[in-house]
């Protein structure tokens, strides 16, 4: 792994969503990754994108709350 990549454990704590999500939306294709040697790694410009929505998803229910 480098630095253009993360794993699904690291994801899954950057972004305080179980480790589960972050697989279910690998595979569904919602997040960009590849699996090498039965590991995911998740291509970092596309985790922090998506880290960035959902971050704001979370803003936006909070102020309707």
């Known amino acids: 792994m480098n630095q ?3 794993t699904v ?3 899954a704590k950057e ?4 480790t589960g999500y972050v697989r279910e ?3 569904s294709g919602r ?7 039965g590991q995911w790694l998740i291509d970092r410009k596309a985790f922090e994108l998506w880290r960035s929505n959902l971050e704001q998803r ?7 709350a």
């Open 9 to 11: 454990p690291d994801a």
């Open 25 to 27: 939306l690998l595979a």
């Open 15 to 18: 972004a305080g969503v179980l």
């Open 58 to 64: 979370r803003r936006m229910r909070g102020a309707t």
């Open 4 to 6: 253009l990549q993360v």
């Open 31 to 37: 997040l960009k990754g590849q699996k090498v040697d």
